[in-house]
């Protein structure tokens, strides 16, 4: 099975595009998370954010797909970590890693849901730049994904296609 992971700052595009690829995938369990218990969040609640996610992967691993989209996975917990607290336990980094990961840049227009927290353009920046640092930290490779949204889209399915194909 390879498994891509979507990864970047907020209101990028992630859980739109993996929900139109029309292949597995696994939703944003700090969504439901947020939804459910809001977003005054403690390290503790990131904790409990990765268990749940990594649960889900597997759940969804489970079933056996040659190709399995992860809308999000502990590292870019680890990101959210960093940005709220300023620092990332260790024991979010230990987690499984994905096969490839996809980098989605924050130049796209700022879409406020109710969970988002960072949407000026200052803070989209400095979260998009610890999203990276996390991947390099961790030696993941990863490919960005830029542009409007149609471009964005076109992007992802050409590396689905890269790693179905090979």
Same mark, same amino acid.
């Given at each position: ?43 503790? !609640? ?7 996610? /990594? @649960?889900?992967?597997?759940? +969804?691993?489970?079933?056996? %797909?040659? *190709? ?44 406020? !849901? ?7 353009? /200052? @803070?989209?920046?400095?979260? +998009?730049?610890?999203?990276? %640092?996390? *991947? ?31």
């Amino acid at each position: 099975m390879i498994t891509l992971c979507l990864h970047g700052a907020e209101s990028t595009g992630k859980s739109v595009i993996a929900d139109k690829l029309g292949l597995p995938w696994v939703p944003e369990y700090g969504r439901t998370y947020c939804e459910a218990r809001g977003t005054d969040l403690t390290m503790d !609640d990131l904790l409990a954010i990765a268990e749940g996610q /990594a @649960r889900e992967n597997a759940k +969804a691993m489970a079933r056996g %797909a040659s *190709l399995l989209v992860l809308d999000t996975d502990q590292l870019m917990t680890a990101a959210w970590a960093q940005m709220l607290f300023g620092q990332v336990p260790p024991v979010l980094l230990e987690y499984p890693k994905a096969d490839h990961y996809l980098l989605f840049e924050p130049d796209v227009p700022w879409q406020e !849901d109710g969970t988002r927290m960072f949407g000026t353009d /200052a @803070r989209r920046a400095r979260f +998009a730049g610890i999203c990276e %640092a996390i *991947l390099e930290q961790a030696g993941m490779r990863f490919t960005r994904i830029a542009g409007d949204w149609e471009s964005r889209e076109s992007q992802v399915r050409d590396v689905v296609a890269r790693f179905t194909s090979s």
